[in-house]
Nanobody, 127 residues
Framework: QVQLVESGGGLVQAGGSLRLSCAAT????????MGWLRQAPGKDRQFVAG????????KYANSVKGRFTISRDNAKNMVYLQMNSLGLEDTAVYYC????????????????????WGQGTQVTVSS
């Protein structure tokens, strides 16, 4: 079993920045692809960013490319999401997630491919 705990969310003005952190316990994440996903009120959960086990491959949703950066520190069992130039459309609950399979070298973009999820952290962007 693995537990994922997100932190770093909060209220920020449009144009501001936040850095989300995800701490994993119970299992090393060093061989697993990881992702950040989000869910806004009334909407389905959507992929935001993914990073492969080594950190050499990253994927981003088109809506966040150039603004968000995903990174990881396998020695600390941590994953991060740096979010810059935040807009109202970024308001959502953000989840850290782990893909259990170690077969793939590219992180999945389908939320259904992730097997473990954190409890989420709220990000609210105000005008």
């Amino acid at each position: 079993q693995v537990q994922l705990v997100e932190s770093g969310g909060g209220l920020v003005q449009a144009g501001g920045s936040l850095r989300l952190s995800c701490a994993a316990t119970g299992r090393t994440i060093s061989t697993h692809n990881m992702g950040w996903l989000r869910q806004a009120p009334g909407k389905d959960r959507q992929f935001v960013a993914g990073i492969n086990w080594s950190g050499r491959s990253t994927k981003y949703a088109n809506s966040v490319k150039g603004r968000f950066t995903i990174s990881r520190d396998n020695a600390k069992n941590m994953v991060y999401l740096q979010m810059n130039s935040l807009g109202l459309e970024d308001t959502a609950v953000y989840y850290c997630a782990l893909e259990l399979s170690t077969t793939w070298s590219v992180p999945p973009q389908d939320p259904n491919e992730y097997d473990y999820w954190g409890q989420g952290t709220q990000v609210t962007v105000s005008s």
